[in-house]
């Protein structure tokens, strides 16, 4: 079964107050499709005074909406959730088209887990409670969540629509105001989702802002009408705001990225049976999304005495990734999400081969036919080489994988945490010991056990070192947005004595 | 005269059009996921620089920095900025004209480490 292009209007506007509205100084950019370059639509060119007005909406509306009860703000989570899974495949087909991933993962991963994140939330305000102790007879510690006000929120391009959906909930949840400005690759999903849900919540509770970094983004992280940003994005940006957000002194969270090691230990192929199948699948994950993704387990790490025989699997179902139109529910793999990015993944195979990596299967461009011609693939690529190498240590966010060998626990540890980054990692062992121990020793935020690349609602996301902090996806996230308003209660009749 | 930085005449031409419209700049390397790994040029005094920030040289009187973590698993590599059609996301100064400044790298030859590194 095929899909095709969804059809768009010609342009759109900024969400604020409400209502989508026009830019101020009327300028628009083109959004192009990865998948074959062809026009989606325009979207605004926002500035400092588009910025303003949506900051200004979310101000108007931060007093009245940090007061509803957690029933209402609950119930419109919940009613965010089911107009995405209502319209999932719309959302999943316009996302498909916006940042070329195949339709296969966005009907089945994206849009269903972008819902959940909303029900997630919706449920956590209902079940969460504060706290009080009664410290001494007559004295009492009440803690109260009050929410911070207005959030500002810049999310990338890579999963648009569950990118806002890890990062709106929690705002929203704990009686914050939004302004979230999707990234200028991949406006579509956003600008969808507002156009479903514009009366769900109460004018400027949640305003969408498009434009380019250094003409919107930066005055939204910059903006003194804010008091708190969130950011997924790389390091130099991510320095970038927190300054900006050190003089209002607001507080940030930043998810940036990382080189994540996939480690499988020799014990995996003791059993030639569906666990080792599963293991295999999980090496080859480094394709999904087209390697677009924070946490893409883009470091391989085989013990050296299954290496080989490891590796002929790894190769032979990387090899058997099916690379086609996107719109087919065929397709496993898609388009990078634009032509910077199709270059700099080039340019890095490039750089792997100098420094001495070998191919052991893809490393080139993949040129389809017909209205793809246009499009931008690389073939899924595994260059095998030593952690020094610079393929090993900077993040390609291409289908680009870089493999070595390791002999024993100490070298996998050695190897896996040697990197900038911790965000994300996988063990794969039957060895019980193994199971909890390396895990605990891998200086990441996030470690799978047996499994990759899964991001369930209830459990906690976020890095280690460059990787950036907060904890995402996860109750913890709602005090990221939150106050604790301590209210110290005496009900001692009695006067101190001192006066 | 080696140099670890080098910058191709496409680039030079969009860097000369932002130097016009923003007056002194410098370019950061950044790191990372997303539009990271590439190079980002900023309007000079936006970005806190201090001594972890490496200087690769200059381009066109610009001065390249490097944060000096990442510069220890590039040391070994020349770099030539570029520049690309294109649409990143960050706060880099040529993105609104739908370009992206990118970098190809390749290793420094024996003279040129011997120069650098040693």
Redesign the interface.
């Known amino acids: 079964m095929s899909y095709s292009k969804p059809i768009f209007k010609e342009k759109y506007g900024n969400f604020i107050n409400g209502k989508f509205v026009d830019p101020i100084n009327g300028e628009y950019f083109d959004n192009t499709s990865p998948i074959d370059n062809t026009l989606i639509a325009k979207y605004p060119r926002s500035k400092k005074e588009d910025v303003e007005k949506a900051v200004e909406a979310a101000n108007n509306a931060k007093d009245a909406w940090g007061n509803t009860s957690v029933t209402e703000r609950a119930a419109m989570l919940n009613e965010v959730a089911k107009i995405i899974e209502d319209n999932l495949e719309e959302f999943a087909l316009v996302e498909t088209c916006d940042n070329g991933k195949p339709i296969r993962e966005t009907l089945n991963a994206d849009i269903p887990l972008a819902a959940d994140h909303w029900r997630y939330f919706a449920a956590v305000i209902r079940a969460e409670e504060g706290s009080a102790t009664e410290l001494d007879e007559n004295t009492l510690s009440l803690n109260i969540k009050e929410p911070l006000g207005v959030i500002a929120q810049i999310i990338p391009w890579n999963f648009p629509l569950l990118m806002l959906s890890w990062k709106l909930p929690p705002a929203l949840a704990a009686g914050n105001c939004v302004i979230l400005k999707p990234a200028e690759q991949t406006p579509s999903s956003a600008t969808l989702l507002m156009e479903k849900i514009a009366n769900v919540f109460p004018p400027g509770v949640l305003n969408i802002i498009h434009g380019f970094g250094p003409e919107a983004g930066k005055p939204l992280a910059s903006s003194k009408g804010v008091d708190k940003v969130a950011f997924t994005g790389e390091t130099t940006t991510g320095q970038l705001i927190m300054q900006y957000a050190s003089k209002n002194l607001n507080p940030v969270t930043m998810e940036l990225g990382g080189k994540s090691p996939n480690i499988f230990f020799n014990s995996v192929m003791d059993q030639d049976d569906a666990f080792l199948d599963k293991a295999i699948e999980g090496a080859v994950l480094f394709a999904f999304n087209q390697g677009e993704v924070c946490t893409c387990p883009s470091r391989l790490l085989v013990q050296e005495d299954i290496y080989d025989a490891f590796m002929e699997k790894v190769i032979a179902r990387t090899n058997a990734i099916i690379q086609d139109n996107p719109y087919d529910v065929n397709t496993m793999i898609g388009a990078q999400a634009s032509n910077d990015q199709y270059e700099k993944i080039l340019s890095y195979i490039k750089i792997g081969k100098e420094e001495g990596a070998k191919v052991l299967t893809g490393g080139n461009a993949c040129k389809l036919e017909g209205d793809f011609a246009n499009g931008y693939y690389i073939e899924p690529t595994i260059l095998e080489g030593h952690n020094k190498m610079r393929i090993f240590q900077e993040e390609i966010f291409g289908p680009v994988l870089a493999v070595t060998k390791f002999k024993d626990e100490a070298e996998a540890l050695e190897i896996a945490n040697d990197t900038l980054y911790g965000l994300g990692a996988g063990v794969w062992t039957r060895d019980a010991h193994q199971l909890y121990q390396i895990p605990r020793a891998i200086k990441a935020g996030r470690v799978w056990v047996n499994c990759y690349h899964a991001y369930p609602a209830h459990a906690p996301f976020g890095g280690y070192k460059k990787s950036g902090f907060g904890r995402e996806n996860h109750l913890m996230m709602m005090n990221h947005y939150r106050q604790n308003k301590n209210m110290l209660i005496s009900y001692d009749k009695n006067k101190l004595g001192f006066f | 005269m080696y140099k670890r930085v080098e910058i191709t005449e496409k680039a030079s031409i969009i860097l000369k059009q932002l130097k016009e419209k923003y007056g002194e700049l410098i370019f950061?390397?950044?790191?990372?996921?997303?539009?990271?790994?590439?190079p980002?040029v900023?309007e000079k005094g936006?970005?806190?620089l201090d001594e972890s920030d490496i200087l690769l040289g200059q381009l066109d009187t610009i001065n390249y920095y490097m944060?000096e973590?990442?510069f220890e698993?590039?040391k070994h590599?020349h770099l030539t900025v570029d520049v690309?059609?294109?649409?990143?996301?960050?706060?880099?100064?040529e993105?609104?004209l739908?370009v992206?400044f990118?970098?190809?790298?390749?290793?420094l030859t024996d003279e040129e480490n011997t120069f650098f590194n040693q």
Do not use: K
């Open positions: 950061h390397q950044s790191g990372g996921c997303c539009d990271g790994s590439a980002m900023f936006d970005m806190y944060n973590d990442q698993y590039w590599t690309v059609e294109g649409r990143g996301s960050s706060f880099s100064l993105i609104p739908g992206r990118i970098i190809h790298s390749r290793l």
